[in-house]
Every structure is written in structure tokens, then in C-alpha cells.
């Protein structure tokens, strides 16, 4: 797996400890004309690549898909400055048309499936590799 | 263009979590730093040192987005796009022990020199606590 094992390296136990945690992952991204778009989001860490779900028509996939970049800021709210940001590559982008992953990421956070899909909503999950952390308070 | 907050937006910035801002490396990549903040007289007001890599970078490009969210509800939260106005030296700490009552209630512990004020005017807000169209 290209890049997979080393990647997980760069993560030292503190970081895989707070990243083990349900708390949100902020992620950034880029649009079009440079602007910088920060989004909520939820995520899960395994087997070295962070696992994040969202639907076609949002603007933060869409811009990784471009872009291919993208940041991820972990924080946990009972302590916000014990943080840590990675920056990672877009490794893959997978169909999820029956809500399976993004029902299991759902009941990580809320103990429940995921709501409802709307009329034509398509859910897409981000396989993101992990490039290099870069910002790290814990 | 500066836009106004709705008062929904306003008392949501009057509540008490940091702010976690974007910033844009020179490589193009995006930083993300978690800092305090207030809202006071239509800006938003952060401070920081000139050596932050966060500052270096709003000096070439002062463009930032702001994520305000409830720590206690992930659903309730708001992203600010805005634009670095204006810096000026906080002499001797004033700002940042302001900040510091705001958020922990007591005298800014660090040390209080080489301290800066950053104004940043909002242009663009997007997320839940003004509904998601906005």
C-alpha cells in the first residue's frame, strides 16, 4: 500500500490517541478562487487513513477532488488547545450508495443511523492519506 | 466587502469557544490554528505574535476563515470568511489579558510582551446558526 504504512508514522501516540477519540475534525479546504473554506466534519482513523463521508454536492469534497489537499484539524472541545492537524492526499473516493459508512459514522457520534437521505443525494466516502502533521498543541 | 452579523450571529459570538481560523501557506495549503477571539464593533479581534506562521501568512495574504463552533453542540456552528484590516502592537498585553478574562476569567498567565491585535472584518457567513443557505 503506497505511502499507507509511513504515513500512519507520522502519527506519534498522543495524536492516535486524540484522533481515537469521537470529537469533530475541522476540515480545510480550498476553493476555486483561493478562499479557504473550514467545515465540521465527522471522521474515523483506521488502518492509517482517515475515513470521512459527504454527498455530491457539497463544496468541501468537491474542492478536495480538485485539489486533491486537504487539512484536518483535531480538537478536542473539553480542552481546545489540546489540538493536533495533519495534512493529507486524497487516496480515494468511494461510493457509498446503501449509507452504509456514513450510518456506522453516524452512530460513532449520535448512537444512531444517519438521517434520511434527500431526493438524489448521493453520500461519497474520502479515504484521505495522512502527509505530514503539522500543528500539534498536546 | 464587510457584512454585518444577524443578531442570531451576534449573540452566538458573544458565547465562550475558541475560534479555529485558516490561514494560506505559501505552498497553497491551508493552516489551522485554534485561537481566541472576540466580536466587538462589527470585526472579529484575534491576537498573536508576529512570528506565528499564521500571521506570516495573513501578512501575504490576508485573507482568513473563521470556524465558530458550540463545543457542546457539534450542530450549532458558523464559518466566517474574512480579511485581515488592520494589526497594531498590544502594549503591554492590554488585548491579550482582555482575551484572557473572556476566556479563563483571570490575568493573561504568559508573558504579555510582543503581543499583536488583528482586525478582521467579516464578508461572508455560511453554517447553522443563520441557516444553511446564507
Known amino acids: 500500500m503506497a505511502g499507507g504504512a509511513d504515513a500512519v508514522a507520522t502519527l506519534n501516540p498522543a495524536v492516535r490517541a486524540l484522533v481515537g477519540q469521537p470529537i469533530l475534525t475541522v476540515v480545510g479546504t480550498k476553493r476555486g478562487d483561493g478562499s479557504l473554506q473550514l467545515n465540521p466534519a465527522w471522521f474515523e482513523f483506521a488502518d492509517g487513513y482517515f475515513w470521512l463521508n459527504s454527498n455530491r454536492w457539497r463544496t468541501w469534497p468537491k474542492n478536495v477532488q480538485r485539489d486533491g489537499d486537504i487539512t484536518l484539524a483535531f480538537i478536542d472541545a473539553s480542552e481546545p488547545f489540546r489540538w493536533a492537524s495533519i495534512r493529507g492526499r486524497l487516496a480515494d473516493v468511494i461510493p457509498d450508495p446503501n449509507h452504509e459508512f456514513i450510518d456506522g459514522l453516524a452512530r460513532r457520534y449520535t448512537g444512531r443511523a444517519f438521517r434520511e437521505l434527500r431526493p438524489g443525494e448521493e453520500r461519497i466516502t474520502l479515504k484521505i492519506e495522512p502527509v505530514s502533521v503539522t500543528g500539534e498543541m498536546i | 466587502m464587510a457584512v454585518e452579523l444577524s443578531p442570531k450571529m451576534q449573540e452566538f459570538t458573544q458565547e465562550v469557544y475558541p475560534a479555529i481560523i485558516g490561514t494560506n501557506r505559501k505552498d497553497g495549503s491551508v493552516q489551522i490554528n485554534p485561537v481566541w477571539f472576540e466580536f466587538q464593533d462589527g470585526s472579529f479581534w484575534i491576537n498573536g505574535g508576529t512570528n506565528r506562521g499564521w500571521f506570516k501568512h495573513l501578512q501575504r495574504d490576508p485573507r482568513i476563515t473563521l470556524l465558530l463552533i458550540d463545543p457542546k453542540n457539534m450542530f450549532r456552528w458558523a464559518q466566517v470568511q474574512g480579511r485581515m484590516v488592520d494589526w497594531a502592537e498590544d502594549p503591554g498585553g492590554e488585548h491579550i489579558n482582555h482575551l484572557s478574562h473572556r476566556y479563563t476569567g483571570r490575568d493573561y498567565q504568559n508573558p504579555r510582551t510582543g503581543r499583536i491585535k ?17
Open chain 2, 118 to 134: 488583528i482586525q478582521i472584518q467579516p464578508e461572508r457567513i455560511k453554517g447553522s446558526i443563520d441557516g444553511w443557505g446564507r
